[in-house]
């Protein structure tokens, strides 16, 4: 679990908490795209930290990451009922036979956790939801 704070209030209802205990949106403080601001930018909702993994909870994910260096990556967003794949970050939908597998996979948790009411897919691809870190 990444963020147990933004994590308890999901679980109260406030689906789209990602900020840690110290102010910090998670989802951007990795070091793909890190303090990039688009037009709609908003300190408040949006701040990446102090520098890319400046946060213990993305050093964390991120050395987890390395040494599992998984095969796949879902990712679960509270916020849109959605499971992404790769990419968020770009426009683009991964094709052959891994993101057939991991299209199957994400259809799988769909129906096993969110009752088939999530949006799966490609985050920029082809959900159409361009998330920038």
């Given at each position: 679990m990444e963020n147990l704070n933004g994590r308890k209030l999901?679980?109260?209802g406030d689906l789209c908490e990602r900020r840690n205990g110290r102010g910090v949106d998670l989802n951007r403080n990795w070091g793909v795209d890190w303090g990039k601001k688009e037009?709609?930018?908003?300190p408040y909702e949006e701040n990446p930290g102090t520098a890319p993994f400046s946060?213990?909870?993305t050093q964390i994910m991120r050395k987890?990451?390395?040494?599992?260096d998984p095969h796949i990556w879902v990712n679960v967003h509270s916020g849109m009922e959605a499971l992404f794949m790769p990419y968020d970050h770009k426009n683009v939908?991964?094709?052959g036979l891994s993101a057939y597998r991991m299209k199957l996979l994400?259809?799988?948790l769909n129906k096993i956790h969110c009752h088939k009411?999530?949006?799966i897919g490609s985050g920029g691809g082809s959900v159409g939801f361009v998330f920038l870190y």
């Open positions: 999901v679980e109260a037009k709609d930018y908003d946060e213990p909870e987890l990451a390395i040494s599992l939908t991964p094709e994400l259809e799988e009411r999530c949006m």
